[in-house]
C-alpha cells in the first residue's frame, strides 16, 4: 500500500513515485495530447450514446435523453474537478483505491481501500466486455443491413466480441509502444468522424422531427411507470458518461502526470459532453418512426436513423464502419486502461497471485500478465451470452 506522501511538482516523476512507496516499472511515453486522445477514446460519449440509444428511445424518448444528458454532464464535472486534483495529488496506476487509501482514516484505510479496489476492477473490466460487444453489434448491424436475410444470433455477437477483445489484447500485449500513436490518431480521427456523421446527417435527412417531439414528447415502452421509466432512460446518460478517470490509470506511463492527467481527465469530459449532446440533438431531430427505429432489425437504432435519413446503405456503412472503428480502439484502451488497474492492485497484494498479475515484462514494460488476465475475464462476461439474454436485453 502506498506511503501517504505526494507529489508535490518539484520533483522528477519517478522520484516522486519512489517517494510514495513504489519503483518505476513502466515506460513514460504519453504527453498530454496522447493522453487526451487515449481518454476521448474510452470516454467518447456520443458513440457511447450511439451503442445504448435503444434505452433512451424506449424509456422517456428524446426529453429524458436531451435533459438527462445535461443534468449528468454537470454533475459529471464537479467529480471529475475533485478526481482530477486528487489525480494530481497522488498520480498513481491505482487511482481511486490509492486515494482513498491517501485520503482515509488509518484504522480503516486500509478496508476502505481494498473494497473501492474490487469495485473499480469490476467496473473497469465490465466496460472492456461492454465495449467488445457494441463492437460486435455494430459489424453485425451492418452485415444485416446489406444481407437483410441474415438474421443475428446471440452466438454471432459473443464471437464476434470475442473477436474485438482478441484484437485488443494483441496490440496490447505485442504492440504497445504504438498506444500513444495511436491514441492521438484516434483523436483526430474522433472528432471528424464526429463531424461528418452529424453533418451527413443533417444534410440529408429531409423529414426532421419538430421541437415538440424532441423536448416535449414523452415515449415509454418500458412497462414500468412514469418514473422509473425516467430512471431507466437517465442510465443511458450515465453509461455515456463514464470512465473519464481512465488518465490516472496511466499516470505511471505519462511524462508529465501530476499536470497532463488531470487536465486530460477535465478534457475529455468538456469534450464529451459537447459532442455528446450535438449528436444526441442531431439523432433525435433525424429520426424516423421511433418504433420502428427501435425495432431495427439490424439491433442498433442508429444505423437504422443512418439508412433512414441517407437512403443509401453504402452511406450508411461508411458513417456506421467510422463509429465501429472508434468502439475498436475503445477496447484496446479499456484493455490498458484495466491491466494497469489490475497491475497497482495485485502491487498492493489486493488479488490472488498478486506476483504473478504485478509482473512487468523487462523488455516492453509492460504488465503483461495483467493484460491476459484482464481479457480473459472481459471474453467470459461476453460468454454469458451464450446462455442467456437476460442480463444483456436493452429492449
Same mark, same amino acid.
Given at each position: 500500500?502506498?506511503?501517504?506522501g505526494?507529489f508535490?511538482?518539484?520533483?522528477?516523476?519517478?522520484? $516522486? @513515485?519512489?517517494?510514495?512507496?513504489?519503483?518505476?516499472?513502466?515506460?513514460?511515453?504519453?504527453?498530454? @495530447?496522447?493522453?487526451?486522445?487515449?481518454?476521448?477514446?474510452?470516454?467518447?460519449?456520443?458513440?457511447?450514446?450511439?451503442?445504448?440509444?435503444?434505452?433512451?428511445?424506449?424509456? /422517456? /424518448?428524446?426529453?429524458?435523453?436531451?435533459?438527462?444528458?445535461?443534468?449528468?454532464?454537470?454533475?459529471?464535472?464537479?467529480?471529475?474537478?475533485?478526481? $482530477?486534483?486528487?489525480?494530481?495529488?497522488?498520480?498513481?496506476?491505482?487511482?481511486?483505491?490509492?486515494?482513498?487509501?491517501m485520503?482515509?482514516?488509518?484504522?480503516?484505510?486500509?478496508?476502505l481501500?481494498?473494497?473501492?479496489?474490487?469495485?473499480?476492477?469490476t467496473?473497469?473490466?465490465?466496460?472492456? $466486455?461492454?465495449?467488445?460487444?457494441?463492437?460486435?453489434?455494430?459489424?453485425?448491424?451492418?452485415?444485416?443491413?446489406?444481407?437483410?436475410?441474415?438474421?443475428?444470433?446471440?452466438? #454471432?455477437?459473443?464471437?464476434?466480441a470475442?473477436?474485438?477483445?482478441?484484437? $485488443?489484447?494483441?496490440? !496490447?500485449?505485442?504492440?504497445? #509502444?504504438?498506444?500513444?500513436?495511436?491514441?492521438?490518431?484516434?483523436?483526430?480521427? !474522433?472528432?471528424?468522424?464526429?463531424?461528418?456523421?452529424?453533418?451527413?446527417? @443533417?444534410?440529408?435527412?429531409?423529414?426532421?422531427?419538430?421541437?415538440?417531439?424532441?423536448? #416535449?414528447?414523452?415515449?415509454?415502452m418500458?412497462?414500468?411507470?412514469?418514473?422509473?421509466?425516467?430512471?431507466?432512460?437517465?442510465?443511458?446518460?450515465?453509461?455515456?458518461?463514464?470512465c473519464?478517470?481512465?488518465?490516472?490509470?496511466?499516470?505511471?506511463?505519462?511524462?508529465?502526470?501530476?499536470?497532463?492527467?488531470?487536465?486530460?481527465?477535465?478534457?475529455?469530459?468538456?469534450m464529451?459532453?459537447?459532442?455528446?449532446?450535438?449528436? @444526441?440533438?442531431?439523432?433525435?431531430?433525424?429520426? /424516423?418512426?421511433?418504433?420502428?427505429?427501435?425495432?431495427?432489425?439490424?439491433?442498433?437504432?442508429?444505423?437504422?436513423?443512418?439508412?433512414?435519413?441517407?437512403?443509401?446503405?453504402?452511406?450508411?456503412?461508411?458513417?456506421?464502419?467510422?463509429?465501429?472503428?472508434?468502439i475498436?480502439?475503445?477496447?484496446?484502451?479499456?484493455?490498458a486502461?484495466?491491466?494497469?488497474?489490475?497491475?497497482?492492485?495485485?502491487?498492493?497484494?489486493?488479488?490472488?497471485?498478486?506476483?504473478?498479475?504485478s509482473?512487468?515484462?523487462?523488455?516492453?514494460?509492460?504488465?503483461?500478465?495483467?493484460?491476459?488476465?484482464?481479457?480473459?475475464?472481459?471474453?467470459?462476461?461476453?460468454?454469458?451470452?451464450?446462455?442467456?439474454?437476460?442480463?444483456?436485453?436493452?429492449?
Amino acid at each position: 500500500m502506498a506511503t501517504k506522501g505526494e507529489f508535490d511538482g518539484s520533483t522528477d516523476e519517478d522520484v $516522486a @513515485l519512489g517517494n510514495m512507496g513504489y519503483e518505476q516499472e513502466l515506460k513514460r511515453s504519453f504527453g498530454l @495530447l496522447d493522453m487526451v486522445g487515449f481518454s476521448f477514446s474510452i470516454v467518447t460519449c456520443w458513440t457511447a450514446l450511439s451503442g445504448v440509444f435503444i434505452i433512451g428511445i424506449q424509456a /422517456g /424518448g428524446p426529453p429524458v435523453m436531451i435533459f438527462g444528458w445535461i443534468g449528468v454532464c454537470v454533475f459529471t464535472m464537479f467529480i471529475a474537478l475533485a478526481m $482530477a486534483e486528487m489525480c494530481s495529488r497522488w498520480p498513481l496506476a491505482g487511482g481511486q483505491y490509492s486515494w482513498v487509501a491517501m485520503l482515509a482514516p488509518p484504522r480503516v484505510s486500509r478496508q476502505l481501500s481494498y473494497i473501492t479496489g474490487w469495485f473499480m476492477l469490476t467496473g473497469i473490466v465490465a466496460m472492456g $466486455a461492454v465495449s467488445n460487444a457494441l463492437g460486435s453489434n455494430y459489424i453485425l448491424g451492418q452485415v444485416n443491413l446489406v444481407f437483410p436475410d441474415f438474421v443475428i444470433e446471440r452466438w #454471432h455477437t459473443v464471437l464476434v466480441a470475442w473477436a474485438v477483445g482478441l484484437f $485488443a489484447l494483441v496490440v !496490447n500485449a505485442f504492440a504497445p #509502444h504504438a498506444l500513444h500513436r495511436l491514441s492521438r490518431f484516434i483523436l483526430v480521427w !474522433n472528432i471528424a468522424s464526429f463531424i461528418i456523421v452529424i453533418t451527413t446527417l @443533417l444534410a440529408t435527412n429531409h423529414q426532421k422531427q419538430d421541437t415538440d417531439f424532441v423536448f #416535449h414528447e414523452f415515449r415509454n415502452m418500458t412497462g414500468f411507470g412514469t418514473s422509473m421509466a425516467t430512471i431507466i432512460g437517465i442510465l443511458q446518460s450515465f453509461f455515456g458518461m463514464c470512465c473519464y478517470d481512465a488518465p490516472s490509470h496511466m499516470t505511471e506511463e505519462m511524462t508529465h502526470a501530476s499536470r497532463d492527467a488531470p487536465k486530460a481527465i477535465i478534457l475529455s469530459v468538456i469534450m464529451g459532453g459537447v459532442t455528446g449532446l450535438l449528436f @444526441l440533438l442531431t439523432l433525435c431531430f433525424c429520426m /424516423g418512426d421511433i418504433e420502428a427505429t427501435a425495432n431495427s432489425s439490424t439491433g442498433v437504432p442508429v444505423i437504422q436513423i443512418f439508412y433512414d435519413s441517407t437512403q443509401n446503405k453504402v452511406g450508411t456503412c461508411i458513417l456506421a464502419s467510422m463509429i465501429t472503428v472508434i468502439i475498436m480502439v475503445t477496447s484496446i484502451s479499456l484493455v490498458a486502461e484495466g491491466s494497469r488497474s489490475v497491475y497497482a492492485f495485485a502491487r498492493d497484494h489486493g488479488l490472488p497471485f498478486s506476483g504473478l498479475w504485478s509482473r512487468v515484462e523487462p523488455k516492453k514494460k509492460i504488465p503483461l500478465y495483467a493484460i491476459f488476465l484482464t481479457v480473459t475475464v472481459q471474453l467470459g462476461l461476453n460468454a454469458i451470452y451464450f446462455g442467456t439474454e437476460t442480463g444483456f436485453e436493452t429492449r
